[in-house]
C-alpha cells in the first residue's frame, strides 16, 4: 500500500545562473502516462464547464429575491444569463478548434488595441458610473451594459504572448522590457484606472506578474517594479475615501460596524456559518433576501457556503486548483513561448481573482470588488474568461505534448538564437528558444 507515493507527480524548480544570464528551470518527475496533452486539455475543459454550470445555478438561486423585488420574472430575467453563457461556450468551442499559434499571433495586435480602445470608451457619453467606479458602457441599440476591462485582460494577454515569441523583446535589456513590455502594460493600466477600479488593476497586476516572472525578467528588476507597485496602491488607497474606510474597517475588525462599512464582511460571514457543513439546501439561503448586498455578484461564494456548506464551497476551491494544475502543466510542457506565456497570464488572471474574492468572503482582504470567475453573475466576465480559456485549450491541443520523465523549460538572458559553432551577431533579435529537444514523430502535431 505504501507504494502509491512513489505515483504522486513531483515538481522541482532550480535558478540558474550561467554565461548565457540567469534562467528558471521547471522539471516534472512523474508516471510518463500522466504526461500526455490530453490530461493537460481535459484539467483545464472540464474544470471550466462543472464551474460554469455551478455558476448558473448559483446566479438562478441568489438573483431570485433581488429581481423579485424589483418586479422582475426571475425566469425571464435568467434567459440572459443563459443566453451568455450559451454565447461564451460556443465562443469556448470555435476558439479551441478554429485558432491556431499562427492565428492567434495574427490577432495579437488587433485584440490588444481593440479592447484597449473599447476601454477607453469609458470617457464618452456612453461610460456609465456605478457606485464611484466609471467602468461600464453603454451599447446603443440593443441597451445592455458591458464592461470593458474584461476584454483587456484577454488582449493584453495575447499581446503579451505575441510580443515575447516575435523575439522583439531582449529580456536582459531594461530599455527593450520598457519599450516592447512597459508602455504597453502601462497604457492598459492607465485605461482601468481611469476608471478608478483598483480592485480590476489589482488582478491587471498579478497577470503581467505571471507573464514577466515566466520570461525570464531579472528578479531585482521585478522586485523593483513590486515596490513602486506597492506605494502607487498605497497612495491610491489613500486619495478615496470609500478605499480608507474600507481598509479601515478590515484593519479594525473588532469594531466593526454591522449596519456599515463592514455590512457584506460580516453578513457573508454569517451566510458561511450558517451553511454549517452541508449548507441549509438549494435555494433556502436567507442572506440573499436583500440583506446582502451583491450576493450574486461579488458575494456569490458566501451564498454558494450558505446553501451548500463546507462541502460545496471545497468542492468549488477544487476545481479552480485543478484548472490551475492545468495551466501549470501548459507551462511547463509548452513547446512554443507564447503558448507559456499565455498560460502564465491566464493563470495568473483567473487564480489571482478567485483567490482574492474568496479571501474578501471569508474575511481574509479588505472588500475588494472582483467577481469570482465563472461563478459570479456578470456577462463580460463570463464571455471574455470562457473566450480566453477557449484560447488557452487551443495552446494545449497543439502544444501540450512532453517528454516522457522531465521537461527542462529555460528562458535565456538574450532572446536570440545562437547557431552551434557560429558567433552570434551583436544586438542581433530573433525569436527565444527552449533548450533543444527531441524532434517530434511525424503525425504528432
Known amino acids: 500500500m505504501a507504494g502509491w507515493r512513489q505515483k504522486i507527480p513531483k515538481i522541482s524548480f532550480t535558478y540558474e545562473t550561467g554565461k548565457s544570464g540567469e534562467s528558471l528551470n521547471i522539471k516534472w518527475f512523474g508516471d510518463g502516462s500522466t504526461q500526455s496533452r490530453v490530461v493537460t ?8 464547464l462543472v464551474l460554469t454550470a455551478i455558476g448558473l445555478m448559483m446566479i438562478f438561486s441568489a438573483s431570485t429575491i433581488m429581481e ?5 420574472n426571475p425566469y425571464i430575467g435568467f434567459r440572459r444569463t443563459l443566453l451568455i453563457a450559451a454565447i461564451g461556450l460556443m465562443g469556448l468551442f470555435i476558439t479551441a478548434g478554429w485558432l491556431t499559434p499562427t492565428r492567434l499571433r495574427n490577432l495579437a495586435l488587433f485584440a490588444y488595441a481593440s479592447s484597449l480602445a473599447l476601454q477607453l470608451a469609458i470617457l464618452t457619453p456612453l461610460g456609465i458610473e456605478v457606485k464611484g467606479n466609471r467602468n461600464w458602457l453603454l451599447i446603443p441599440g440593443i441597451n445592455q451594459v458591458i464592461q470593458p476591462s474584461e476584454f483587456l485582460k484577454l488582449g493584453l494577454a495575447m499581446y503579451l504572448a505575441w510580443v515575447f515569441m516575435s523575439g522583439k523583446v531582449i529580456v536582459s535589456s531594461l530599455r527593450s522590457v520598457m519599450g516592447w513590455v512597459g508602455l504597453p502594460v ?3 493600466f492607465f485605461a482601468v484606472m481611469i476608471g478608478h477600479d483598483l480592485g480590476t488593476l489589482l488582478v491587471f497586476v498579478v497577470l503581467v506578474f505571471s507573464a514577466i516572472f515566466v520570461a525570464g525578467i531579472r528578479l531585482l528588476w521585478l522586485g523593483v517594479a513590486a515596490v513602486i507597485g506597492t506605494g502607487a496602491a498605497a497612495f491610491l488607497i489613500g486619495i478615496s475615501a470609500s478605499r480608507r474606510a474600507r481598509v479601515y474597517s478590515f484593519l479594525v475588525g473588532k469594531e466593526a460596524d454591522p449596519l456599515g462599512g463592514d455590512l457584506q464582511s460580516i453578513r457573508a460571514r454569517w451566510g458561511l456559518g450558517t451553511g454549517g457543513l452541508t449548507g441549509v439546501g438549494p435555494g433556502a439561503s436567507r442572506q440573499k433576501w436583500n440583506y446582502l448586498p451583491e450576493a450574486h455578484t461579488d458575494f456569490i461564494f458566501a451564498i454558494l457556503g450558505e446553501e451548500f456548506g463546507l462541502i460545496g464551497t471545497s468542492v468549488v476551491i477544487l476545481l479552480f486548483c ?9 507551462i511547463m510542457h509548452a513547446k512554443r513561448v507564447d503558448a507559456c506565456i499565455y498560460a502564465a497570464t491566464v493563470a495568473g488572471w483567473i487564480l489571482s481573482q478567485a483567490l482574492i474574492n474568496i479571501g474578501v468572503v471569508i474575511g481574509l482582504l479588505p472588500v475588494i470588488g472582483v467577481p469570482l470567475p465563472l461563478v459570479s453573475s456578470g456577462g463580460s466576465a463570463m464571455l471574455a474568461t470562457l473566450f480566453a480559456i477557449g484560447v488557452l485549450l487551443s495552446y494545449a491541443r497543439d502544444d501540450a505534448g512532453s517528454p516522457p520523465l522531465s521537461l527542462s523549460r529555460s528562458f535565456p538572458r538574450s532572446s536570440a538564437v545562437v547557431t552551434p559553432g557560429r558567433k552570434r551577431p551583436q544586438g542581433s533579435r530573433v525569436a527565444p528558444t527552449r533548450r533543444s529537444r527531441p524532434t517530434a514523430k511525424k503525425g504528432r502535431s
Request: cysteine-free.
Open 68 to 72: 423579485i423585488s424589483e418586479g422582475i
Open 186 to 188: 502601462f497604457f492598459a
Open 322 to 330: 485543478l484548472l490551475g494544475f492545468g495551466m501549470v502543466r501548459l
Open 41 to 48: 486539455t481535459h484539467l483545464i475543459f472540464w474544470p471550466t
